[in-house]
C-alpha cells in the first residue's frame, strides 16, 4: 500500500485471477479516479475463496470500491463469492447477448481478442501519456516483459503479466465512468 483511501475518494480495483496452486497469480490493484495506483497485490498461493474475502475486504476499506475482476478461471468463483457470499455490489457489468440479439448485463469482466486490445492501448496510451502514476516496482518490471507479437499481447515466454492485466482492469474501471452505488 501506498495510500489509504481519502474520505469521499472514488476508488477502482482492477482483479485478476489464479488458480492458488503456484504457477499463475491472483493480483489485483487499487487506483484513484485520477489514476493513482495506491495499493497492489500478487499471490500465487492464495486460494480462490481467501481470495474473494480480500478483495472484498479491500473493496471496503477503499470506500466500496468500483471492482473489475476477471470472469476467466477462479474468476468466476470470486464474482459468485463476492455477490453471494459478500453481498458485494459495487462490480462492474459487461453487455452479453443472447441467442435473439438482447443484450444483458453480467458482472465481471471477460478478457478476449476484442477487449485486451482495448484494454492494453488504453494502458499504453495513458502511462505514456503521463495520465497514471505507477508506484509499484513489480508493476514496472512485468511491464517491461509484455510483448506484442504475432498477434498476441502478453508476457514474454516464462514470465507473467498478471500485474499488467490487473492494471488494465483497473484503468477499464476508471474509463467506464460507472460507479453503481
Avoid at 485486451?116 to 509499484?136: D, G, R
Avoid at 492485466?165 to 460507472?178: C, D, E, Q, R, Y
Wanted: aromatic share 12%; hydrophobic share 35%; with cysteine.
Amino acid at each position: 500500500m501506498w495510500d489509504i483511501p481519502k474520505e469521499k475518494g472514488r476508488y477502482y480495483i482492477g482483479v485478476d485471477t489464479g488458480e492458488g496452486l503456484g504457477q499463475d497469480y491472483s493480483a489485483f490493484q487499487v487506483l484513484t479516479e485520477e489514476g493513482k495506483q495506491v495499493a497492489e497485490f500478487k499471490s500465487n498461493k492464495i486460494k480462490p475463496f481467501q481470495y474473494a474475502e480480500l478483495v472484498n475486504d479491500m473493496g471496503i476499506y477503499y470506500n466500496k470500491a468500483l471492482l473489475v475482476v476477471e470472469k476467466a478461471s477462479a474468476g468466476h468463483t470470486i464474482v459468485d463469492k463476492l455477490r453471494n457470499d459478500y453481498q458485494y455490489t459495487n462490480m462492474y457489468k459487461y453487455k452479453e447477448y443472447d441467442a435473439r440479439g438482447m443484450a444483458k448485463k453480467k458482472v465481471g469482466f471477460v478478457t478476449n481478442g476484442k477487449t485486451k486490445p482495448l484494454m492494453i492501448n488504453t494502458f499504453v496510451e495513458l502511462f505514456e501519456t503521463n495520465q497514471i502514476c505507477i508506484n509499484s516496482k513489480d508493476l514496472l518490471s512485468e511491464m517491461k516483459l509484455f510483448s506484442f507479437k504475432d498477434g498476441k499481447m502478453e508476457a514474454t515466454a516464462g514470465n507473467h503479466d498478471d500485474l499488467v492485466m490487473s492494471m488494465g482492469m483497473a484503468l477499464v474501471g476508471i474509463k467506464s465512468g460507472v460507479r453503481y452505488i
